[in-house]
């Protein structure tokens, strides 16, 4: 059962554009949702994280917003660089399951410079 | 400080054969975790292991999946009778504890069954 879909597969932006990507999960239990960023051949790792109790979160040009109500979020990119290219992953976690991670299916991101 | 590290970082072997896969997570990490990428496709969580509490093995795909934990470091992930279908890159996480949010992962190890 998938319990967090991540869209799009795949993202395309230009240089100095932005970039959103989102995310949407079925489960109420969840309490933490964070986004991981992975670049070929390395592990993912930690981007930047919200809990539910807010409705933004930003850092640098990284911004999560997070809609509790309509259960979804979304990582938005400000000024994209083509540096940022990379596989993004959405993710959930509940407490009460040990704290694993339920990821999204991933999007991957080109900026073309 | 030295993050988690999986060693092979690459592993072909041919259908049938055992493998085992390493995992160091970083010290004084309690928790640690198994997670499988296939290609193109999220990640899965595969077992979770909490200090010297029972393993939950709920993500295993079957039973010729087995994970231990020794001395509450170092885990190894065994796979035995390997099919094709078990080719995917193996990540392992690690967090200081359950309830803390970050989940530090290795750069995995890429299993292809030929």
């Known amino acids: 059962q998938q319990q967090v879909k991540q869209s799009p597969q795949s993202l395309i932006v230009q240089k100095g554009g932005i970039s959103i990507i989102n995310c949407a999960y079925e489960?109420?239990?969840?309490?933490?949702f964070p986004w991981y960023q992975q670049f070929p051949g390395k592990g993912p790792a930690l981007l930047i994280a919200?809990?539910?109790?807010?409705s933004e979160k930003k850092e640098g040009r990284f911004t999560i917003s997070f809609n509790k109500s309509a259960k979804q979020f979304s990582l938005h990119i400000m000024d994209s660089q083509p540096g940022d290219s990379a596989t993004y992953f959405c993710?959930?976690?509940?407490?009460?399951?040990?704290?694993?991670?339920?990821f999204g299916e991933g999007t991957q991101l080109t900026v073309n410079p | 400080g030295a993050g988690v590290s999986q060693s092979p970082s690459n592993k072909v072997t041919e259908k049938g054969k055992d493998v085992e896969l390493r995992c160091d997570p970083i010290?004084?990490?309690?928790?640690l975790y198994w997670y499988r990428q296939s290609l193109g496709q999220g990640l899965e969580f595969l077992i979770y292991?909490?200090?010297?509490?029972?393993?939950?093995k709920s993500g295993l795909p079957s039973d010729r999946f087995s994970a231990e934990r020794t001395g509450g470091s170092v885990s190894t992930l065994t796979i035995q009778r390997t099919q094709q279908e078990d080719s995917a890159v193996y990540l392992c996480?690690?967090?200081?504890?359950?309830?803390?949010?970050?989940?530090?992962f290795g750069p995995g190890t890429r299993l292809t069954v030929l």
């Open positions: 996480a690690s967090s200081y504890s359950p309830a803390t949010d970050t989940q530090y």
């Open positions: 489960n109420t239990a969840f309490d933490y």
């Open positions: 919200i809990r539910p109790d807010v």
């Open positions: 993710a959930a976690r509940m407490k009460t399951s040990g704290s694993r991670l339920t």
């Open positions: 010290s004084g990490h309690t928790a």
């Open positions: 292991f909490q200090g010297n509490s029972a393993p939950d």
